[in-house]
């Protein structure tokens, strides 16, 4: 498993974001968007790998979750996946809920980053949704009219 998260640096003031998926993906996001925003505070991702015991990976990003602030927000490549359904896990067994969001992308994670003071709870992942959304576009029929 790879991750990015710094224990020692946590801003109690300001909600995270832990991005869970399979792969590369959660490292990479965090990485294209500090091209973009520099360093961001309270951020962190944990990629799945292949060979990772789901049980340990769950168990590195609770960490995160307990350490940020409780408005945090997860964000998650697919519903139904191992980084969904460990989160689901920890959700069922400590009878928690938590901000989640699966079809995490560059929008919704730079958006994210700049709306999570501005927007709580399901209001804010209302708004990433539609973000997320709207950020999807088809260029071929830009070109076309």
């Known amino acids: 498993m790879r991750k990015i998260f710094d224990e020692q640096n946590i801003n109690p003031h300001v ?11 959660a490292i990479s996001l965090v990485e294209s968007v500090e091209m973009l925003c ?3 505070e309270n951020l962190a991702a944990f990629s799945l790998d292949e060979n990772d015991a789901p049980e340990y990976y769950h168990d590195e990003f609770i960490k995160a979750l307990n ?9 998650l490549d697919l519903f139904g996946g191992t980084p969904c359904n460990q989160l689901v896990v920890h959700m069922k067994k400590n009878e928690a ?3 989640a969001l699966t079809g995490v992308n560059m929008p919704i994670l730079v958006e994210a980053i700049s709306l999570r003071g501005m927007y709580k709870g399901n209001g804010l992942l209302k ?7 709207e950020g999807i576009v088809n260029i071929n029929e830009l070109l076309l009219d």
């Open 67 to 75: 350490a940020f602030p409780k408005s945090s927000i997860v964000l």
């Open 97 to 99: 809920t938590c901000l």
């Open 15 to 25: 909600p995270g974001i832990i991005i869970l998926t399979h792969g590369p993906l």
């Open 127 to 133: 708004e990433l949704k539609k973000i997320g959304n």
């Open 38 to 40: 520099l360093k961001v």
